[in-house]
Nanobody
Framework: QVQLIESGGGLVRAGDSLRLSCAAS????????MGWFRQAPGKEREFVAA????????LYADSVKGRFTISRDNAKNTMSLQMNSLKPEDTAVYSC?????????????????WGQGTQVTVSS
């Protein structure tokens, strides 16, 4: 059974940085493309970033490009999201997600396993 557990959320001020982590278990981690999504109150879930199985390729939403960096450590079965220059509009619940790399693309679709999420709140 795949389990994804996020950590690292919190309350910060605009311009601050925060690093989120996702710990994965119950899967062969390097068989999976990983992604980060977020959902703000009253809004639909939106894609934030994705990373290929070996970390060689990444994809970002335009809203976070240049400020957020996604990375993974296959030896530790973990993925991270370094968030810099945070803005109040980044406030959301951030969730990590996984999909098998075989037969899927590096994009924002077809994720099959999800974590519960961690709250990020950015004050102005």
């Amino acid at each position: 059974q795949v389990q994804l557990i996020e950590s690292g959320g919190g309350l910060v001020r605009a311009g601050d940085s925060l690093r989120l982590s996702c710990a994965a278990s119950g899967l062969t981690f390097n068989w999976y493309t990983m992604g980060w999504f977020r959902q703000a109150p009253g809004k639909e879930r939106e894609f934030v970033a994705a990373i290929s199985w070996n970390g060689a390729t990444t994809l970002y939403a335009d809203s976070v490009k240049g400020r957020f960096t996604i990375s993974r450590d296959n030896a530790k079965n973990t993925m991270s999201l370094q968030m810099n220059s945070l803005k109040p509009e980044d406030t959301a619940v951030y969730s990590c997600a996984a999909k098998p790399r075989i037969g899927t693309k590096l994009d924002d679709t077809e994720y099959r396993s999800w974590g519960q999420g961690t709250q990020v709140t950015v004050s102005s």
